[in-house]
T-cell receptor, first 112, second 115 residues
Framework: AQKVTQAQTEISVVEKEDVTLDCVYE???????LFWYKQPPSGELVFLIR????DEQNEISGRYSWNFQKSTSSFNFTITASQVVDSAVYFC?????????WGAGTKLIIKP | DTGVSQDPRHKITKRGQNVTFRCDPI?????LYWYRQTLGQGPEFLTY????????KSRLLSDRFSAERPKGSFSTLEIQRTEQGDSAMYLC?????????????FGEGSWLTVV
């Protein structure tokens, strides 16, 4: 069975704090892809990153970084020096053929 | 380059009425997807097209739901005899065909409220 678990339902931090969003996945595929999307209150799902199962290098993009560890089936997302504009629901997803398997999402609240 | 666009963005309808949503994908994308999302949940897959062919439909897609992509470009999702349980956001997305890792890009969604 394929599954994505985001155990943190909601996280609230004060602006400028660092915050990590957890994602754990299950799959029997040897080749797979993992994604993070951001969904602000407006509703649009904004693509953040894609990672394939053969690339375990961590990635940094500005204040965003991702830690992919196959040994623990995790693909965690860290925001450094958080800002109010980072407030949104963040989804982790696993690509299975033609569709995405989604986690339940983590609602991130950044307080000024 | 424009992203995925959806119309209308918001729709309020009375129970029993039919509604239709339109989606225009990113122009070079030949895969088009429909998802549904309710508050506090992740998106649920409904159906997808490759060009004009509808290749998969979820069990969630009851007989009241029909999707088309007649010329392999834009798509419509029609809900007949709407029910209050149909209230949700309907998301359209598109991607290139090919390997399963192609990124799926989403539109802003169409909010449906059935009263």
């Amino acid at each position: 069975a394929q599954k994505v678990t985001q155990a943190q339902t909601e996280i609230s931090v004060v602006e400028k704090e660092d915050v990590t969003l957890d994602c754990v996945y299950e799959t029997r595929d040897t080749t797979y892809y993992l994604f993070w999307y951001k969904q602000p209150p407006s509703g649009e799902l904004v693509f953040l990153i894609r990672r394939n199962s053969f690339d375990e290098q961590n990635e940094i993009s500005g204040r965003y970084s991702w830690n992919f560890q196959k040994s623990t089936s995790s693909f965690n997302f860290t925001i450094t020096a958080s800002q109010v504009v980072d407030s949104a629901v963040y989804f982790c997803a696993l690509n299975s053929n033609y569709q995405l398997i989604w986690g339940a999402g983590t609602k991130l609240i950044i307080k000024p | 380059d424009t992203g995925v666009s959806q119309d209308p963005r918001h729709k309020i309808t009375k129970r029993g009425q039919n509604v239709t949503f339109r989606c225009d994908p990113i122009s070079e994308h030949n895969r088009l997807y429909w998802y549904r999302q309710t508050l506090g949940q992740g998106p649920e897959f409904l159906t997808y097209f490759q060009n004009e062919a509808q290749l998969e439909k979820s069990r969630l897609l009851s007989d009241r739901f029909s999707a088309e992509r007649p010329k392999g470009s834009f798509s419509t999702l029609e809900i007949q005899r709407t029910e209050q349980g149909d209230s949700a956001m309907y998301l359209c997305a598109s991607s290139l065909e090919g390997f399963s890792g192609n990124t799926i890009y989403f539109g802003e969604g169409s909010w449906l409220t059935v009263v």
